[in-house]
């Protein structure tokens, strides 16, 4: 994959580059992020084009309402599962990069709102040699890194175990729609780790987040040091090239790409990095896969998730209607192990499978200046889209679709139960009403 095959490039300014423009201007990346958080487009093209600036350094305090609402984009666009919980709908993307404001949310409490001029980022533990607090800009001012990549809930699909097995799970009753894809800058959190001198000794880095009102103090979860140690798990700060928006964890959250949603924590505060294997509720009885195919590691109910499975669905209303006649329906699959080798469907519940065709990765317009400071591994987590052409007859039909990875997984006939409904991954039969 080339950026050649991507489109043709048009000047910066036309198509309203921020980021190129920027740095066509000498402006440093730390500075740009300063200006949008200050004073978003307006003031970036104001230092840009050299016109007067507005007061802009760091984001002055917003006015805080007395109770801040619990999201802070529109959630018209998404279905509402209450809670903290904004499921995206699959249809609305036209393309690989989901746009934020269909960028499904997860929040055990509400999104925060958080001051980046106060905020800093605690390093401690009894395996770090030097603990370390770090400013917004400490961490703008080391190397980064961008890359596309999904991000998923550990419960996406959980409402199938009642709907496909007739076995209801306990937790957010999600459908296809507990997932998304964006290309995210950070810093590694390696960096981050190795500044903070990390020790030989370290074997858990639990990550915690500003989250007052979550069932513990903090949403925190528990990584291992591996991952934590990947050059691509990210302290990430810009979604989709911009600064990360208030639900998805301003001023920084983890990006631990291919693992379950939670290990991604949002409004992130404090990394400890411990000697000893670390247990909270988030890795012994959430986010665990509790029932009788999975004994019990150490202090968890059952066995702790660490990756996602691969999955795949159709970017279609649940359930759909459609006209009789020949469609083209897109839908989208994804693995944390690398690549999509191809994609199956079946309109006759598994008896026969076709081959569907996995699209080019296609940027849309408003993203693909991105992709000019994307790396060897852009595409590397990124979900693929896929199409199929269905001649669809008058009446009521499902169509299953089911992903192999180039590692060869494959979507299995079966997900075994487990009670909080985490990683359901066998073949979804999505209902079509035809007319
Ligand atoms: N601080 C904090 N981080 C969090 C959560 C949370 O409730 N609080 N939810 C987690 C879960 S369960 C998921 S699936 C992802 C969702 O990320 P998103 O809301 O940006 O899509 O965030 C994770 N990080
Ligand atoms: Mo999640």
């Known amino acids: 994959m080339t950026t050649e095959s991507l489109g043709v490039r048009k000047d910066p300014e036309e198509r309203g580059d921020l980021w190129q423009l920027a740095r066509e201007r000498g402006m440093s990346r730390r500075r740009l992020l300063q200006l949008l958080t200050a004073g978003g487009t307006a003031a970036v093209l104001a230092s840009c ?35 903290g919980n904004l499921e995206a709908r699959l249809e609305n993307m036209q393309g690989l990069i989901t746009p934020s404001q269909f960028f499904f949310v997860r929040n055990n409490s509400v999104s925060l709102e958080v001051d980046a001029a106060d905020w800093r980022l605690s390093i401690e533990g009894d395996a770090v040699a030097n603990p370390l607090e770090l400013t917004y800009d ?36 999600w459908k296809t729609g507990a997932v998304s894809n964006g290309v995210w800058t950070g810093a590694a ?38 991952k934590a140690m990947d050059p691509d798990t990210l302290l990430a700060y810009t979604l989709n090239g911009e600064v990360l928006p208030r639900d998805h964890g ?33 890795n012994t009885t959430s986010y665990t896969l509790i029932g009788d195919a999975y004994p019990p590691v150490g202090e968890a109910l059952g066995r702790p998730l660490t990756t996602q ?48 065709t996995l699209e080019d990765p296609q940027i849309q317009p408003d993203f ?22 269905w001649d669809a007859g008058p009446g009521e039909h499902t169509i299953m679709t089911r992903a192999t990875d180039a590692a060869g997984n494959r979507q299995p006939d079966e997900t075994p139960f ?18």
């Open 49 to 83: 084009t050299g016109l007067p600036l507005p007061t802009a350094t760091l984001p002055a305090a917003e006015e805080s309402s007395a109770e801040a609402p619990p999201f802070s984009k529109d959630p018209a666009p998404f279905i509402e599962l209450g809670g």
């Open 189 to 226: 959190m390696r960096d981050v780790l190795e500044r903070a001198g990390i020790t030989e000794e370290a074997v858990s880095v639990l990550l915690i987040g500003l989250d007052t009102d979550s069932p513990e103090e903090g949403f925190r979860r528990v990584m291992p040091v591996e």
């Open 368 to 389: 693909e200046h991105l992709v000019e400071v994307l790396s060897d591994n852009t595409f590397k987590y990124s979900w693929t889209r896929f199409s199929l052409t």
């Open 138 to 173: 400490d961490i703008l001012d080391l190397p980064s890194r961008t890359f596309i990549s999904y991000l998923e809930c550990a419960g996406n699909h959980r409402s199938m175990f009642d709907l496909v097995k007739g076995q209801a799970a306990k937790g957010t009753q």
């Open 309 to 356: 499975t691969v999955k795949s669905a159709l970017a279609l209303p649940w359930p759909a209607d459609l006209a009789a006649g020949e469609h083209s329906l897109y839908g989208y699959a994804h693995s944390p192990n690398g690549p999509i080798a191809k994609v199956e469907w079946s309109s006759d519940l598994g008896a026969t499978w076709n081959a569907s």
């Open 418 to 435: 487990n009670e909080k409904g985490y990683l359901f991954n066998q073949p979804v039969p999505h209902p079509i009403r035809v007319a």
């Open 250 to 282: 301003f001023p920084l959250r983890a990006l631990a790409p291919g693992w379950v949603g939670a290990a991604n924590v949002k409004w992130l505060g404090r990394i400890v990095v411990s000697s000893k294997q670390l247990w909270t509720r988030n």
